[in-house]
């Protein structure tokens, strides 16, 4: 990754000139990069509406949405069910326990009938009650941990809905003109992902609920129909493989990333409690900024940022990118319909925010 960022869009421009974004895109709001002014934190704290904003006005985007909703649903409707089938085997056990103890002396019938009565009422109960247990917790845990699956699903689908984005802002998409290796059209490769997808998660589904040797065969089989899919047709196996190489040279990028975000939480959660109230009001400000490195993975690594170009962006506007992160992490906080909100919103307003604020010193080597 050796890009050097255009001042304006942010892709590899090692000329005076930026052939993506010629300086002049016709995006709202986006004629003029601004660094370290009050203008600037204010972009920061507007970015998430403004992402808001874009997706339901701009057509064509709020579609890609709909297939991370659905496989996410489908992610925990599977846990759910994985759950309540070890539910059930616990109650099943828990019976035949029941039924070894039941009296079988003839002379004892009537405390036999009394007993089973008794153990009848006792095994709905039991299942009545282990039902509403899974519900009850699984939906508490969904509240929470369904935006962290939502979010990483997401996460191709929200890198197309930036392209469509920056293909009207700058005329094209600057991503797949530099890096795209085939010509067939973004939606025909979703069109073939989604159809292989649907056997892939069939098998999953049958791997979950399955176990013993036929569970790993299933496991094995699982990617077999991207496999067809790419023998069928040439060009989206190329188209499989660029992605496949793009996602991994990213990946550890993205996780220092992360993981320098959780250390700076980490390094700074004491100071909600030795200095109240100042320090809740820091820590949070903190919270903020680390959010904000998580949420710019994907416009970063759109435009192919070192690790080195991340820090020096994320810290050189650490106002606006603080605001940014503690806007984004309020609307977060909203159970489910925070992250279905928040995440492609801010996501979108993330792609914004780094093209309104100024690169240049990115540029300096």
Known sequence: MNAVP???CGYDAP?????????????????????RNVRAVLDGALAVPRGFGLLMTTRGIKRWLIPPV??????????????????????EHWIEASKQELPTDAGWWADSLITLLEWGGTTFTARTVGFVAVVV???LVALYTFSVAYEAIAGPFLDEIQGKLEEGWFGHNPRNRIQRPTELPVERCVKLTVFAGIPTVILGFAWLLTSGPIAWVLLALAPGSF?????????????LRWVAKVESATLWVSIKASL?????????????????????????AIAGF????????????RRLWSFRDRLRFV??????????????????????????VMVPAASIGGLWLVCRLDKSGLRAR
């Open 137 to 139: 917790t699984s939906s």
């Open 227 to 239: 496999v067809v899919a790419a023998v069928r047709e040439r060009e989206y196996g190329v188209w």
């Open 6 to 8: 255009c001042a304006l």
């Open 290 to 301: 680390s959010t904000a490195i998580t949420l710019l993975d994907i416009p970063f690594s």
């Open 260 to 284: 320098l975000a959780l250390l700076i939480l980490a390094l700074f959660f004491p100071l909600k409690f030795f200095f109240p109230p100042f320090g809740v009001i820091l820590f949070f």
């Open 70 to 91: 659905v496989l996410t649903s489908l992610v925990f409707l599977a846990l759910f069910i994985v759950i309540m089938g070890w539910v059930d085997g616990v109650v």
């Open 15 to 35: 000329g005076e000139d930026c052939p993506h974004c010629g300086h002049a895109p016709v995006g709202r709001g986006l004629g003029r990069a601004y660094s």
């Open 315 to 340: 810290f050189g506007n650490a106002l606006p990118m603080t605001a940014f992160g503690l806007v984004s992490s309020l609307v977060f906080l909203i159970p489910v319909i925070g992250p279905i």
